[in-house]
Structure formats: C-alpha cells, structure tokens
C-alpha cells in the first residue's frame, strides 16, 4: 500500500507552493491509485482483462462528427494503424455468448432465419498504462521533478482517449501480420463516469454493430488516411466480375469523370439479366453468334492484304466456292500481269512480272527492306496448274533498274517448300463466277435500295391523242415496283435469302457457321438493308448502339437514271465503342464513372446505370428486327470489362461473336479487371460508388493520391449474386 502520511506531507508541501495545477494532476493520481486497490479487492483475476483500442478515422482523415450513414448498400471504410494503440486494462461487469435466433431475417424471405452466436461486453476502467502503474516503494523514492513528470505523464495519456471517438477494440495486440485475422470489436455505448472517475463501456463484434439485414457498415483497414487530393485509382476486381461503373462523389456532391489512363482499355458488354433470384443469370448478348467475331474479320482482312481500317469487299467472306472460281475461266496462256507477295527474314519481297510460260523473260522487281529500298530481276523459270492455284517458280537477281508497275490483277501468295517457290492464289477481275449466296445478298441491297429510292423511274407519262397516259419507262424498275406493291416490304426482301435457304438446303445444311455469317452480316448492313434480319428492320439508326460494330457501305448507287444494280458488297468496318486502325482496333470509350451519351442521326442515347434493385429483362424474342433503342428490355445494362494486359485485351476481343451467350463467371475467368483511372483534376472525393455483376470476391483499389494508399476490400455478399451495388464512405 501506498505510504499515507508520505504523500500527506507532500500534498502540503505543494500548496505552499501554490502549483494548482500539478496539485489537480497530482490528486487526480491519488483517486487513481486508491480506486485501482478497491477494485482489485472488488474484482476476480478472471474478470480484469486487458484490451487494446485503436483510435478510427474515415480514409480521408475525418472524424465521425456527422455520425455513420447506415444502409444496406452502404459502407464506411474506416482505418487505424498498430502503432496507434492505447492499452487498457478492464473491468468486466457482464460478457454475454448467446445463440439465438436473429428477429432481422431477410425481408425478401420471410421464412428464412439466422442462428447466430451474439456476443457483448461491458465493463468499467480508467487510465492504467504500465508505465503509470508504480509501486509504493518507488513512489517513496521518488524526487520532485519524478513526481512532476509523472502526473504530466498522466494527463497526457488521459487526453488521449476520446469520448467522442470511434474505437476499434481487441483482446490481443494487433500487428500488420495479423491485422485481418484478430476478432474485433466496437464501442457501442462510451460514458464518463465523474463521480467515480472511471469510464463504462459496451462493446459489440463489428458485425453486430447495427441490426439491419445483410448490412456491412463498417471495413476496418490498417492504413494511415489519405494525404491531400485524390489524384485518381488504380482497381482490380475479383475474376467473372462484369463493372457497371466506378463513380466517385465530391465534397460538393458532383460526379467528377474518371478516366483510364493510356495503358489501360475499357470493353462494353450489352447484357440482359433474364433472372435476378434465387441467382443472377445474364444473357452476354455481344458474345452470341448473332456477332461475327473479329477475329474471323481480321483473318480475313490478313488474306486479302487489305488494313483494317480500309475498305474490302464481303464477296468472298460469304462465298461457299472452295476454290477459285477464276482458275475455271482463265488458262496459263491467258494471264498477262502478276503481283506476288514473300516474306524472307523480316523483308517484304513484291515481285511484278509479265509471264509467257514459252518464253520466259526478264522484268523488274522491288526488294522492300526497312532502311532503304532497291530494285532488282526476277526470272521466271517455271509455271505450272494445279487444281485449285498457279505455282510459279523464279529466280531473284538484285540490280539498279528501275521499278516498273504492272499493278493490274492482285495475287494472294504462299510459300513452298523451296525457297524460290511460290504458290499463286490469284482473282481476276470480270472472271470469277460470283457465288449464287452472294447473288442474293446483291439482290437485297439492290431491292432494298430501290424501295427506298420509291421506285423512281419505272414508269413515265406519255400523251397519246391528248390523253396522259402512264407507260413503262423501265422494265426492271417496274417489276420490282409490282413485287413490293401492297407487300410487307422487310419480309419481301427477306424472303428472296430464305427461297435460297430452302432451295440449297444440302449447302445450308453443310455449312451452318458460314449461314450464320451471312445472317450476321445482314444485321451489320442494317444502315443499307431492310429486312427482318437487320437491327429494327434497318428503320433507324439503332443498329450503331445495339451492335459492338457493323458495317457501313462504302459502294453507293447515287441518283440513278435508269435500272442498276450493286455489283459488289464494299463495306468499311466502323463503331461507337472502337477505332480501328491500319493493323489494329483500340477501344474508344474510357470513362468508367459515368455512362456515355451516344448521338445518332435522329436521337440521343445513353444505357441506364445499375442501381439498388437489380432488373430483368423480359425478351419476348432475339430477333435482330425486334430490337430497338425504344424498348427498354433491348437496352438494358452495358457492363464494362477493362485490362492493361496485352494478353487480356486478345482475349476480350476474341469474346465479341463467341457464341458464349449465358454468362457464367466461373467460365468467364478469362475477365480479370485490372487497370488505372485518373481525374482531370485532383478531388476531395467522399464516397465512391461502385456498381457490378458478380463482384463477389476480393476488389484492390489504390488511392492515388500524396501518398499510395492500397486496399483489399470484399465489398459484395457471396450469397447474394444480385446485390450489385455499393456506396463506400471514405
């Protein structure tokens, strides 16, 4: 025990000093130490404990002066380090362990109700640091200056602990090492006693801070809080999560755009859910094979020698023809120029030369290399036929000729086995016997055409005897004109694909991915063609929005004077969500916080953002020419998938046109989004709002600002696929 009259005759000593203030620290010291012995004989051992409290703040630093904004679809990120700790030492009153049933069961289910093991303690202490915690003896040794710093001491470790504050409670000592394992606890109820000088509090588990149903309002992180303005995130979702947006609220309240950087590329998925419950279900519309993929396109502009942001023509990508068809017109005898293409060792070698099979002769050739280019002779040695192509065999000799251009036909080459062997697979132009398939499409294009163009020029007016009379001006306009007259126009022209259909049946039959092809084709010639295969029967310009790309006419009939026809289908490959380059497509669209607003000729578009209730999508049918902008069940949610990885981003591209319609995230793993979003200018962001489709899982984010802060969240229920929306608080 401590020495009464001791500290009797030091507290007098230190009035005559008048030192009011040391003299409160110092009685402050004495209730302290006397009311830490009644307890000790009021207490058992098993009923002192030591708990350790950390001091919370949000993640930008703010106190909880405005209280914790509690919903289900809301969460407080809150954060604390180790070193931050304050160790006390409690007196339990009451620790409850109890299963029971939790009365908050889920709203949507009444039936359903949790057993859960509820737990809550309360208790009394003061401020018994270790380092304040003296013996008798020591305080009888002790010098003025000791007895001064120890009492200053004292009140500094009382200032520390804050009634108004959020604490973070454990029983064991928290470390970076084990920060996310310990259990923890909150204080629910924190009040100061005076008479006592001591403090009552509850606390509860964190996840019985609040009683709402399937609530998460708080995430403890071990973290400091973010330094100065937010300069922009870096995300990465767990696997399968298609992002609705990623969208941060100011100080103000606004919506600041948040933008991917150079190295990082946004993908758009048009989706329908079909179910909400008891699991989510999407349609992934842009992966079916309704979409011909791009890389089908790609390969075939590869073939034809043709960039990808250049004209060509879909002939031959929806012929059936197995072989040329021009090497059953044209002999050896008959070809007159050539131009053949062969890579050697990086070098690009084009070969121009005028071909006699009897009288082989010399002609230039050019030798394109990176740094400079030469001219050099190429000697034809051999030609010969075979089933399906030319083989031609020459002999390259460098020299300074001059080039000379004999670009009339264009020669598709591949090598043979010997290296100045080539084979010849070549098109002349007015020789290839067009595939009947293609002769329909033609046909299409052309009816379609002159439907629209009112069929002007069929007839004209003549006076005989004085009379007006209407008179055939041009006999195929006016049969057209008499075939359309009093018809469904979409499903006359629709009908001219489906008599072939039924008439080549054996060919549809054999080959149904190259009918699907022309199929698909029809709805990206939806701004040219009108048919019941064309997005909202090629009306209006819907198809720019509800197709990730299409493609546009570039062979025009312009202000006809008598009957034409489409002779060839020339198209370029154009979008709303990508550029495509010489050699390459990039995504157009960056933004990640806000949805865009699309323009078309005749309307303005923009896909609604996901909310709180997630909605189905009633699809009475997928029928390109029942889907419009209008309906709503056709435009329902366009979900994002982003990367910074080569890799990644070839495959995102191979998904447009898979035929994986049904989404499933656990075949969907190929969906890993990872990438950095910036702000135009730094923000004093509050909330970020994050909307997703299976997000369930653990999301990294990284706070961009003064410092890097970096984060692993796990934001959504895994037993609620449709809980797709979260409002964090930071």
Same mark, same amino acid.
């Given at each position: ?134 013996? $008798? ?5 002790? &010098?003025?200056?000791?007895?001064? %710093? ?20 454990? &029983?064991?000592?928290?470390? $970076? ?30 996840? %019985? ?55 990082? !590329? ?22 079916? $094979? ?30 059936? /023809? ?20 062969k890579k050697v060792s990086g070098n690009n070698f084009t070969v121009y030369s005028a071909i006699n099979p009897e009288d082989p002769e010399w002609e230039t050739c050019t030798m394109q290399e990176s740094r400079y280019t030469r001219s050099s002779k190429i000697e034809i040695s051999e030609l010969s ?20 251009? !004999?670009?009339? !036909? ?84 629709? *009908? ?44 209006? $310009? ?16 312009? *202000?006809? /004077? ?33 949805? %865009? ?18 909605? /189905? ?7 390109? /020419? ?45 969906? &890993? ?58």
């Amino acid at each position: 025990m401590i020495n009464k009259d001791y500290l009797e005759e030091f507290e007098t000593e230190l009035k005559e000093n008048s030192d009011a203030e040391f003299i409160a620290s110092f009685s402050a010291l004495k209730r302290y130490q006397k009311k830490d012995y009644l307890k000790e004989l009021t207490y058992l051992g098993s009923e002192v404990k030591n708990f350790y409290f950390y001091p919370l703040t949000t993640l930008t630093g703010r106190e909880l002066t405005e209280g914790i904004r509690i919903a289900k679809e809301k969460t407080t990120i809150m954060c604390t380090t180790p070193d931050k700790v304050i160790k006390i030492q409690l007196f339990m009153e009451k620790e409850d362990s109890t299963y029971e049933l939790n009365e908050f069961t889920d709203p949507a289910n009444f039936s359903e109700q949790l057993i859960k093991n509820s737990k809550r303690i309360s208790g009394v202490f003061d401020f018994n640091a270790d380092l304040l915690k003296l013996s $008798d003896k020591e305080i009888e040794d002790w &010098e003025d200056e000791q007895i001064e %710093e120890y009492a200053s001491a004292l009140e500094k470790e009382m200032k520390l602990f804050d009634i108004n504050k959020l604490y973070l409670i454990t &029983e064991e000592k928290l470390t $970076d090492e084990n920060f996310d394992s310990v259990p923890k606890y909150l204080n629910q109820r924190l009040t100061y006693n005076s008479t006592e000088d001591e403090y009552d509090i509850d606390f509860v588990p964190i996840d %019985e801070f609040t009683s709402l149903y399937d609530a998460q309002p708080l995430i403890i992180v071990n973290s400091e809080p973010i330094k100065g303005k937010i300069k922009g995130l870096g995300v990465k979702t767990p696997l399968g999560t298609l992002v609705g947006n990623i969208k941060p609220v100011n100080e103000e309240g606004h919506f600041p755009d948040l933008v991917a950087d150079k190295d990082t !590329h946004v993908f758009k998925k048009l989706t329908f859910p079909f179910q909400t419950t008891p699991t989510l279900n999407l349609i992934d519309y842009w992966s079916s $094979d309704q979409i011909i993929p791009l890389k089908d396109i790609f390969s075939y502009l590869d073939d034809l020698g043709v960039n990808y942001d250049e004209e060509f023509s879909l002939a031959k990508f929806i012929s059936f /023809s197995k072989e040329d068809p021009s090497l059953k017109t044209i002999s050896i005898e008959g070809i007159q120029k050539l131009e053949a293409e062969k890579k050697v060792s990086g070098n690009n070698f084009t070969v121009y030369s005028a071909i006699n099979p009897e009288d082989p002769e010399w002609e230039t050739c050019t030798m394109q290399e990176s740094r400079y280019t030469r001219s050099s002779k190429i000697e034809i040695s051999e030609l010969s036929k075979t089933s399906n192509n030319l083989r031609l065999t020459c002999k390259w000799y460098p020299q300074s000729n001059s080039f000379v251009d !004999h670009r009339k !036909h264009v020669w598709n080459v591949t090598e043979y086995r010997n290296e100045n062997s080539y084979k010849v697979n070549y098109n002349s132009p007015g020789a290839q016997d067009i595939d009947t398939a293609v002769k329909v499409v033609l046909q299409m294009l052309t009816e379609s055409f002159w439907k629209d163009y009112e069929f002007k020029g069929a007839t004209k007016i003549e006076i005989n005897g004085g009379q007006s009379v209407e008179t055939i001006a041009d006999k195929d306009i006016y049969l057209l004109n008499q075939k359309y007259s009093g018809q469904d126009r979409y499903s006359v022209t629709t *009908n001219n694909w489906l008599a072939w259909k039924s008439i080549n049946r054996k060919i549809v039959n054999a080959n149904p991915n190259l009918i699907k092809r022309i199929e698909g084709i029809f709805a990206m010639l939806s701004g040219t063609l009108k048919s019941n295969f064309s997005i909202n029967k090629g009306d209006n $310009d819907d198809y720019k929005i509800l197709l990730p790309y299409y493609f546009e006419m570039t062979y025009q009939i312009d *202000n006809p /004077s008598k009957y034409v026809s489409y002779e060839d289908i020339k198209v370029r490959l154009k979008s709303n969500y990508f550029n495509f380059t010489k050699d390459g497509i990039e995504p157009k669209n960056k933004n990640i916080s806000n949805n %865009e607003i699309y323009k078309l000729d005749y309307n303005h578009y923009a896909f609604p953002e996901l909310t709180k209730t997630t909605e /189905s999508a009633s699809i009475p049918s997928s029928i390109p /020419s029942d889907q419009e902008l209008a309906n709503g069940e056709f435009s329902k949610y366009q979900m994002k998938c982003f990367t910074n990885n080569k890799d990644n981003f070839k495959i995102m591209i191979d998904q447009y046109g898979s035929g994986n319609i049904y989404f499933n995230p656990l075949t969907n793993k190929y969906i &890993e989004n990872e990438g950095k979003f910036y702000f135009n200018d730094p923000q004093n962001i509050q909330e970020i709002i994050i909307s997703s489709f299976f997000g369930m899982g653990t999301w990294s984010i990284e706070f961009i600002a003064d410092n890097i802060i970096n984060l692993k969240l796990n934001l959504f229920d895994k037993y609620s696929s449709y809980n797709n929306f979260r409002d964090i608080i930071i």
